[in-house]
T-cell receptor, first 113, second 111 residues
């Protein structure tokens, strides 16, 4: 297991297009998180899965955003009708339980032109 | 509201000088605090957490509930310490384990 993997590393898309990102967590981790990081800011929480259940969504996650984690394994984050304000680094992290720290992926950098 | 504040965007020191990266928090419950580090072109990684009371790479951080602070310290900075440092607070509302991050401080250690 090489840690948390995210794909793609970079994505450039035109405004109005849909994009989907993938995260593969550490296999034994049951908790998976998505964060967004814009330039000069720390990561901001978007959503959280415990196994396959999406248990919390931030109000940052508008209706254009949807996340899934089928079978409690990998997760996808889809953004529909992208806007320039969606340009950011999207980070995925996983953990075994709520007590320890996370393991982060390298992130997917989205640029909407 | 829960909040983490890192007042310095950039901290520049010379090699061998002491380092203190400031972090203040606002939280109504019993806080759990972390420091994460991101070296150039690497992913964000956990440096230390207050409940472990550990020293990693010479860094320590003490939780001061009276001052609501969790400053990161190292007595003698090394050039390889140059990185972005984020302080984070676990927001335990709903038992999700989600973290609230500060804006980060860039530490630059000059030779």
């Amino acid at each position: 297991d090489t840690g948390v993997s995210q794909d793609p590393r970079h994505k450039i898309t035109k405004r109005g297009q849909n994009v989907t990102f993938r995260c593969d967590p550490i296999s034994e981790h049951n908790r998976l998180y998505w964060y967004r990081q814009t330039l000069g800011q720390g990561p901001e929480f978007l959503t959280y899965f415990q196994n396959e259940a999406q248990l919390e969504k931030s109000r940052l996650l508008s209706d254009r955003f949807s996340a899934e984690r089928p079978k409690g394994s990998f997760s996808t984050l889809e953004i529909q009708r992208t806007e320039q304000g969606d340009s950011a680094m999207y980070l995925c992290a996983s953990s075994q339980d709520r007590v320890g720290g996370y393991t982060f992926g390298s992130g997917t950098r989205l640029t909407v032109v | 509201a829960q909040r983490v504040t890192q007042p310095e965007k950039l901290l520049s020191v010379f090699k061998g000088a002491p380092v203190e990266l400031k972090c203040n928090y606002s939280y109504s419950g019993s806080p759990e605090l972390f420091w994460y580090v991101q070296y150039s072109r690497q992913r964000l990684q956990l440096l230390l957490r207050h409940i472990s009371r550990e020293s990693i790479k010479g860094f320590t951080a003490d939780l001061n509930k009276g001052e609501t602070s969790f400053h990161l310290k190292k007595p003698f900075a090394q050039e390889e310490d140059s990185a972005m440092y984020y302080c984070a607070l676990r927001d335990d509302d709903g038992n999700t384990g989600k973290l609230i991050f500060g804006q980060g401080t860039t530490l630059q250690v000059k030779p």
